[in-house]
């Protein structure tokens, strides 16, 4: 199964991500914030890690940062989850080593679970840590 | 430097610049205008001080006349009588005259009698060696016509005489001699000049400071006055008066006060001071403008801060019950359950409508204060279209109408914002909705001439009235409906500025009672340029 890790404080979301990505039959791990996260990629050594931009104590540029600077982590394709407010600062994420980003208002459960999907699949022919 | 700083510096600079230039131009001017003037006036008034010792010198002439030609005085002078003596040359005669010497002297420059009084009135004996000063100064008058007059140095002090040949009553010579009135020029008599004149003026003695004086007073001579500035305020003529025997006897000092001057810097000092009063006034209105410019620019922070907060924490809840009804649809929806099917359904487009509505209300406040942000990049109308058709599914279904798109890939890429011509759709295609209760509505595309796409929304409804049309765009009117549903009356009005935001036109293209309506927006074509970009 295809490890997730989803890093959001908000509860509302990251519980409907949750079970958006448990639907589609991945293993769903959540972090509150950027330094559970951390704890926790090196713990479960997930697939993909779906970022939320704006966290209190570490903002998510900060974790992607990183999780780059480590070897162990870096080749883990990481996705921004921001709101409208917060699009610079995703788009400053993409240069940093973001594969992407998703503005959470603008897109259904649905369509980030496909949108994940695309990625994963594109990384498929490449190495990507398995479980 | 804030706004306030920069305005009153501004303002205290322009202030100090105009006083300066106003200062120099009346110094200017006052100095070339006004000098001339007070130089005459007082080059005047200094003449007139030294003719004004002539005056007292013609007074004592015309005393002396009376005695001059008279046939008492002729015969005295002959017999040297002494009734002549005590009659007439009494110490009171004398100071009754206002004179302290009386000098007969005979036709051979001989002394026949001489009186002196001084200022007290009392007698005393002239001495001989003043009486050889008048012998000195060589002031007989030989001739009939005669008449000498002046001042005369004696002993370092100053005397006022006149001089006239001794005739008889009819003034008919042989002369007989020389008849000489003197008097002691006094601080009485300069208090008297002084009066009558009407002038500051003071005689001062040069005795053997001629030196000194001239060093004083440049230019100073006794055929002309000339001038000098004191200080600031007052401005002194001068002149030499010269002894009978042309030798500086007096300076002739006239003080003026610069009367036009000093009226001249009281305006200045007026002017300066409505200046001054001006900027004060400024500098105050300026801190206020300023103070207001503050809680202006407060205020937009405030509502900045507000749309952000509202943006975000309107959006999240209402993002979560939409993303959650969607869940159930996904999740649960395979269920055939019908009840269950339109529970979610009607959650689904409950909260997209509310979404849709806090969108709107966030648009058109941020319209208000003049933020629209739009993002725009090469968009396909088709997807977009394709996107509003699908989601605008449970819309018509309710309706029983039909909501497609007839845009296909020929329909050329346009440049704009993709949330934005969604929204602009959404917003088209829901007015449409509420007038239309048979047929359905069509969203098409068609290039036009000017590089632009015009895309269109055309529906069977019962169409606008004729006096609903121009109210189309505007803020919060609506047009009554069937519908139960409402709204905020705000979405054409965003759409239209959205529209006008991406560079393109709203227009309603033709509505006809009970066929249709067709709404139309314009947006520009992608260029190739821009089509490139975005691939990268």
Same mark, same amino acid.
């Given at each position: 199964?295809?490890?997730?890790?989803?890093?959001?404080?908000?509860?509302?979301?990251?519980?409907?991500?949750?079970? =958006?990505?448990?639907?589609?039959?991945?293993?769903?791990?959540?972090?509150? &914030?950027? /330094?559970? $996260? !951390?704890? *926790?990629? #090196?713990?479960?050594?997930?697939?993909?890690?779906?970022?939320?931009?704006?966290?209190?104590?570490?903002?998510?540029?900060?974790?992607?940062?990183?999780?780059?600077?480590?070897?162990?982590?870096?080749? =883990?394709?990481?996705?921004?989850?921001?709101?409208?407010?917060?699009?610079? &600062?995703? /788009?400053? $994420? !993409?240069? *940093?080593? #973001?594969?992407?980003?998703?503005?959470?208002?603008?897109?259904?459960?649905?369509?980030?679970?496909?949108?994940?999907?695309?990625?994963?699949?594109?990384?498929?022919?490449?190495?990507?840590?398995?479980? | 430097?804030?706004?306030?700083?920069?305005?009153?510096?501004?303002?205290?600079?322009?202030?100090?610049?105009?006083?300066?230039?106003?200062?120099?131009?009346?110094?200017?001017?006052?100095?070339?205008?006004?000098?001339?003037?007070?130089?005459?006036?007082?080059?005047?008034?200094?003449?007139?001080?030294?003719?004004?010792?002539?005056?007292?010198?013609?007074?004592?002439?015309?005393?002396?006349?009376?005695?001059?030609?008279?046939?008492?005085?002729?015969?005295?002078?002959?017999?040297?009588?002494?009734?002549?003596?005590?009659?007439?040359?009494?110490?009171?005669?004398?100071?009754?005259?206002?004179?302290?010497?009386?000098?007969?002297?005979?036709?051979?420059?001989?002394?026949?009698?001489?009186?002196?009084?001084?200022?007290?009135?009392?007698?005393?004996?002239?001495?001989?060696?003043?009486?050889?000063?008048?012998?000195?100064?060589?002031?007989?008058?030989?001739?009939?016509?005669?008449?000498?007059?002046?001042?005369?140095?004696?002993?370092?002090?100053?005397?006022?005489?006149?001089?006239?040949?001794?005739?008889?009553?009819?003034?008919?010579?042989?002369?007989?001699?020389?008849?000489?009135?003197?008097?002691?020029?006094?601080?009485?008599?300069?208090?008297?000049?002084?009066?009558?004149?009407?002038?500051?003026?003071?005689?001062?003695?040069?005795?053997?400071?001629?030196?000194?004086?001239?060093?004083?007073?440049?230019?100073?001579?006794?055929?002309?006055?000339?001038?000098?500035?004191?200080?600031?305020?007052?401005?002194?003529?001068?002149?030499?008066?010269?002894?009978?025997?042309?030798?500086?006897?007096?300076?002739?000092?006239?003080?003026?006060?610069?009367?036009?001057?000093?009226?001249?810097?009281?305006?200045?000092?007026?002017?300066?001071?409505?200046?001054?009063?001006?900027?004060?006034?400024?500098?105050?209105?300026?801190?206020?403008?300023?103070?207001?410019?503050?809680?202006?620019?407060?205020?937009?922070?405030?509502?900045?801060?507000?749309?952000?907060?509202?943006?975000?924490?309107?959006?999240?809840?209402?993002?979560?019950?939409?993303?959650?009804?969607?869940?159930?649809?996904?999740?649960?929806?395979?269920?055939?359950?019908?009840?269950?099917?339109?529970?979610?359904?009607?959650?689904?487009?409950?909260?997209?409508?509310?979404?849709?509505?806090?969108?709107?209300?966030?648009?058109?406040?941020?319209?208000?204060?003049?933020?629209?942000?739009?993002?725009?990049?090469?968009?396909?109308?088709?997807?977009?279209?394709?996107?509003?058709?699908?989601?605008?599914?449970?819309?018509?279904?309710?309706?029983?109408?039909?909501?497609?798109?007839?845009?296909?890939?020929?329909?050329?890429?346009?440049?704009?914002?993709?949330?934005?011509?969604?929204?602009?759709?959404?917003?088209?295609?829901?007015?449409?909705?509420?007038?239309?209760?048979?047929?359905?509505?069509?969203?098409?595309?068609?290039?036009?001439?000017?590089?632009?796409?015009?895309?269109?929304?055309?529906?069977?409804?019962?169409?606008?009235?004729?006096?609903?049309?121009?109210?189309?765009?505007?803020?919060?009117?609506?047009?009554?409906?069937?519908?139960?549903?409402?709204?905020?009356?705000?979405?054409?009005?965003?759409?239209?500025?959205?529209?006008?935001?991406?560079?393109?036109?709203?227009?309603?293209?033709?509505?006809?009672?009970?066929?249709?309506?067709?709404?139309?927006?314009?947006?520009?074509?992608?260029?190739?340029?821009?089509?490139?970009?975005?691939?990268?």
């Amino acid at each position: 199964m295809t490890k997730i890790l989803i890093v959001e404080d908000d509860p509302l979301m990251s519980r409907m991500y949750q079970k =958006i990505f448990s639907f589609h039959n991945y293993d769903v791990e959540l972090a509150n &914030d950027g /330094e559970e $996260a !951390l704890v *926790k990629v #090196a713990d479960i050594k997930p697939t993909i890690i779906l970022l939320d931009v704006m966290m209190p104590r570490m903002n998510g540029l900060q974790v992607l940062e990183r999780l780059k600077a480590d070897p162990s982590t870096s080749s =883990i394709p990481v996705v921004m989850l921001t709101n409208l407010a917060g699009q610079q &600062d995703a /788009e400053t $994420a !993409l240069s *940093k080593g #973001a594969v992407k980003y998703i503005i959470k208002s603008e897109h259904e459960p649905k369509e980030v679970a496909n949108m994940v999907e695309e990625i994963i699949a594109g990384y498929t022919r490449n190495d990507v840590p398995q479980a | 430097m804030t706004i306030r700083q920069k305005a009153v510096a501004g303002i205290l600079c322009l202030s100090v610049l105009t006083s300066g230039v106003f200062y120099a131009a009346a110094t200017v001017l006052v100095q070339n205008q006004f000098e001339k003037l007070e130089v005459r006036e007082t080059k005047e008034h200094t003449s007139l001080a030294v003719d004004a010792l002539n005056y007292l010198a013609d007074n004592i002439s015309l005393k002396l006349t009376d005695w001059a030609s008279w046939d008492d005085t002729y015969q005295f002078i002959v017999d040297k009588n002494k009734k002549f003596v005590d009659s007439n040359l009494q110490d009171e005669s004398v100071a009754n005259l206002g004179l302290n010497f009386m000098l007969f002297f005979d036709r051979n420059d001989r002394l026949v009698v001489a009186k002196a009084v001084d200022e007290d009135g009392a007698g005393f004996m002239v001495p001989a060696d003043i009486i050889t000063s008048f012998d000195r100064f060589g002031i007989y008058t030989k001739d009939e016509s005669g008449e000498k007059k002046g001042f005369l140095n004696i002993d370092g002090k100053p005397v006022l005489f006149a001089a006239r040949p001794i005739l008889n009553s009819v003034s008919e010579g042989p002369v007989r001699g020389t008849l000489i009135f003197a008097k002691y020029f006094t601080g009485e008599d300069q208090q008297k000049l002084a009066n009558l004149t009407h002038l500051d003026v003071r005689y001062t003695p040069v005795q053997d400071r001629q030196a000194e004086f001239k060093k004083i007073y440049p230019g100073l001579n006794a055929a002309t006055s000339a001038v000098k500035y004191q200080d600031g305020d007052t401005i002194i003529g001068y002149q030499f008066v010269n002894d009978y025997s042309g030798r500086p006897l007096f300076v002739t000092e006239v003080t003026d006060q610069r009367q036009a001057f000093i009226e001249a810097k009281k305006s200045v000092a007026i002017f300066l001071g409505v200046i001054a009063a001006v900027t004060l006034v400024s500098i105050i209105v300026a801190i206020r403008i300023s103070k207001l410019v503050q809680q202006r620019d407060q205020t937009i922070k405030l509502k900045d801060e507000f749309f952000s907060i509202a943006s975000h924490e309107l959006r999240t809840p209402l993002g979560a019950i939409r993303g959650n009804a969607l869940l159930l649809r996904d999740m649960y929806g395979d269920k055939n359950d019908q009840a269950f099917k339109e529970i979610v359904s009607d959650m689904t487009e409950a909260s997209s409508r509310l979404i849709r509505l806090v969108n709107n209300f966030l648009d058109a406040a941020r319209f208000e204060a003049g933020q629209v942000p739009i993002s725009p990049d090469v968009v396909s109308l088709k997807s977009v279209a394709d996107i509003a058709a699908g989601e605008l599914q449970s819309v018509a279904r309710d309706k029983n109408i039909y909501i497609r798109s007839e845009i296909d890939d020929s329909i050329p890429q346009v440049y704009a914002d993709k949330d934005r011509v969604l929204q602009v759709i959404y917003n088209f295609v829901g007015n449409a909705a509420k007038f239309t209760e048979r047929g359905g509505i069509t969203i098409s595309a068609a290039e036009q001439d000017d590089d632009t796409v015009k895309v269109c929304i055309t529906d069977t409804g019962r169409g606008i009235p004729e006096d609903a049309r121009r109210l189309l765009f505007q803020k919060f009117s609506q047009v009554k409906s069937s519908d139960s549903k409402s709204g905020s009356g705000l979405g054409m009005y965003i759409s239209q500025k959205i529209v006008e935001k991406m560079g393109g036109r709203c227009q309603l293209e033709h509505s006809e009672e009970d066929k249709g309506t067709t709404i139309s927006f314009t947006l520009p074509k992608a260029t190739a340029i821009q089509i490139a970009a975005s691939k990268k």
